[in-house]
C-alpha cells in the first residue's frame, strides 16, 4: 500500500508541478526563454509578434502568431525566414526541474530566404552563437574515414542539453539569391528534422514538387555541431524522384563542400529527370562513381560509368561553379555507341496532299547557353540510327551559346571522314558546316543512307553549307553553301547504259571510268550544271536543280553515245517533282528527231522489218515504225531507271 501511495502522490506532485509550470511561465516567458536559447546557438534573434499563447496538445508548450528568424548581419534584406504560425513543445520533466529545453518545433508557411555574396560568405551559417564551441575536426569527431551514422562528436560547453526531437516545416517558399542577381525559388518544400540527442545523428527529410512531380531527399548528418560550426561531416543522402533514385554516401560541410561516392537507378530515366526539370534519355538509367565539390566551387568526377540507352560509357569531368555559367571540361569514351532515332521523324501527310515538308516545329537551343567548355569524345564503333561508324575522335567547345564540334577521326564505310559543325543561339540560331570525306565506299554508304544498292566505286566528297532559322524548315529553306564530288572507276547495276542507248534492253551493269560534280546552294536550292560520268564507249551528263527546303528535284540526266564526229544519239532523262514521287520520263521526242528519225527514214521496208523483228517491237494499229521505237525505247528506259532507283 505504501508503494501505491507512493506513486499516487509522484502523480499529484507532478500534476501540481505542471500547473504552478503553466501558471508561472506565461506563454511570452516560455517565448522568451526559447529566443534566448536560439539567440546562444545562432547569435540570431528570433522574434515572435502579435499574441503568444499556451499550446496544451499534442505537445505541451507555446503558439505564435507570425515569428521572423533573424538574418546575417552583412544582409540588407530582411530576415532569413518569416512564418506565419509557430508552434515550440517542451520537454515538460526538463521545465518542472527549471531547464526549459525545446522539444518540437513547428513553422507553417514560412518564407525562407538563402544568400550568398561574392566572397563566399552565406547567410545560413550559424556558427555566431556563443554556445557552439565544437567543431567537426576536434576531440571526437569522426575520422575522414569514418562515415557511420552511428559516430559523432561530444557537445560542447552550452550544449549537453540542448534536444530537438522534431523540427517540421510545412508549405514553405524558399527563395535563393547569389551575388550578381542569380535566383533560384521553390514553393511548397516541407521539412522534417529530428536530432533527440546533440551527440548523435540528425535526420532530415525534405520534400518538394518544383515541377510537378515530388521529389524526397533523406539526410542522415552524423556529426550536425560541426557541419552548423562550418566543418565537414560524415552524412549519407539518398533521393527519391520520378521512380528513381540518388544516393551519397561520404563527407559534406555547409561551405559547401564534399567528397564520396554516388549513384543513380532510375528505370525510367525520362520520368527521373522530368521531376528534376530536366529533360533527360528515355529507358533505363544506371550511374556511379566519385564525386569532390571543393570549397572554391569545382566539381571533379572520376571514375564516372554510365549505362543509358544499350550504352556503356566511362565519364572524367571538372566543372567550375564560379562563373556565369560552369564551365565544364569532361573526357567520355565507350567502346561501341548505339544510337537509334525516335519515332517520327518528318511530319507525314497524306499523298494527296502534296510533298512532305521540314518539321516547323521550334527548335530549343537554350542547352547551348547552360555551360560553357570541352568535351572530348571516344568511341571504337558506332551505330547512328543503322548508320555505323568505327573508330571516332572528336570535340566538341563551347563558348557563350557557340558550339563547335570537330571531327578529327572518324572510320566510315571503308573511307574516312572530318570536319567541323558550328551550332550558333547567341542572337537566333544558325548551322554552318564544313564536311570532308575521303574514300567513301559507294555501295554500303548508299545502301545505308538512301537504300540504294546498286552503285560501286570510291568516292571524295566535301561540302560547305550555312543557315539560320528557327525551325528545320527555316533552315533547309535559308541555306547556303557549295561543294564538290568525285568518284572514280565504278559500276551501275541494273541498267547498261550502251547497250540501252544501242536497242539492247536486257538490262545489265554499266561501268563507268570517272563521275565529277560541283555544285552551289543558295535559298536552299541546290544546283548542279556539270555532271560528267565517263564511260568506254559513252559519256553521261547531268544539270538541274534540287529544292533543299521545298523537296523538290528538276534535273536532266543524258546518257550520249560518242561517235567520231561528237554524239551520235543523246537521250535526256527528266526527273521531276517530289522526293516522294518524283516523275522520270526519258525526252525521246528529242532524242529520236536528229538521230533516229533520218536514220529510220534513210532505210527501206526490209529494213525497218527487221530492226521491229530485233527490238521485238509490237507496233499498235495505225503506229508507225518510228512511234513504235519512240515507245520501245521510252518503256525499257523508265523501267531501267527505275530498276535502278529501287523502284518497281
Known sequence: MKIIRGLVAAVLILAIGAVVLVVALPGEKIAKLAADQVKAMSGRDLTFEGKVGINWYPVLGVSTEKVSFGNAEWSER???FTADKAVIGLDVMAAIGG??????????APEVLLEKTADGRVNWDLSGGTA????????????????????????????????????????????????????????????????????????????????GAPIKLDAVVVAPLALIDGDVSAVELAMEAGGGTANFVGRAGIAPEASGTFTVSAPDAGAFFAALGAGGPEGTLEVKGDVTLTRDRVISLRGVQVSALGNDLAVQADIDLKGIRPKVVAQ???????????????????????????????????ALGVVDGTVSFAAEAMDLNGIPFGKTRATVEIDRARAVAT?????????????????????????????????????????????????????????????????????????????????????????????????????????????????TIADGVLSNDDLLMKLSRLSATGKGTVGLGLRTIDY????????????????PVKINGSWSNPSVVPDLEKALKNSFDKDIKAVGDEAKQKLEEELGLEKQEGQSTEDAIKYKLEKEALRGLQNLLGGN
Not at 99 to 108: A, C, G, H, P
Not at 157 to 179: K, P, T
Not at 196 to 208: F, L, M, N, S, T
Request: proline share 5%; no cysteine; glycine share 12%.
Open 78 to 80: 530582411g530576415p532569413m
Open 99 to 108: 531547464d526549459i529545453r525545446i522539444k518540437n518545433v513547428e513553422l507553417f
Open 132 to 211: 557552439i564551441a565544437a567543431s567537426g575536426q576536434g576531440e571526437g569527431a569522426p575520422s575522414s574515414g569514418d562515415t557511420s551514422p552511428s559516430s559523432a562528436p561530444e557537445a560542447s560547453s552550452g550544449f549537453e542539453n540542448f534536444a530537438l526531437e522534431r523540427l517540421v516545416i510545412s508549405d514553405a517558399q524558399v527563395r535563393y539569391i547569389e551575388h550578381g542577381g542569380a535566383r533560384q525559388e521553390l514553393s511548397g518544400v516541407s521539412l522534417q528534422m529530428a536530432w533527440p540527442d546533440v551527440r548523435k545523428a540528425a535526420d532530415v527529410v525534405i520534400e518538394v514538387s518544383p515541377f
Open 332 to 366: 567520355v569514351a565507350t567502346q561501341s555507341l548505339r544510337f537509334a532515332a525516335k519515332d517520327g521523324g518528318d511530319e507525314v501527310a497524306p499523298e494527296s496532299a502534296g510533298p512532305v515538308g521540314w518539321s516547323k516545329a521550334p527548335i530549343d537551343a537554350s
Open 407 to 519: 571531327i578529327q577521326e572518324m572510320a566510315a564505310f571503308e573511307g574516312a571522314v572530318t570536319g567541323t559543325f558550328v551550332a550558333n543561339n547567341r542572337s537566333g540560331f544558325s548551322v554552318r558546316g564544313d564536311l570532308k570525306v575521303a574514300q567513301i565506299a559507294l555501295q554500303p554508304f548508299l545502301a545505308a543512307t538512301a537504300d540504294l544498292d546498286k552503285f560501286t566505286g570510291k568516292a571524295d566528297f566535301e561540302s560547305r553549307f550555312l543557315s539560320s532559322g528557327e525551325t528545320l524548315d527555316a533552315l533547309m529553306n535559308n541555306m547556303s553553301g557549295d561543294g564538290r564530288v568525285d568518284i572514280g572507276r565504278g559500276t551501275i547495276e541494273g541498267i547498261d547504259l550502251d547497250k540501252l542507248l544501242r536497242g539492247d534492253v536486257t538490262g545489265g551493269t554499266t561501268v563507268f571510268n570517272s563521275m565529277v560534280a560541283t555544285w
Open 556 to 571: 536532266v540526266f543524258s546518257p550520249q553515245l560518242d561517235g567520231p564526229d561528237g554524239p551520235s544519239l543523246i537521250v
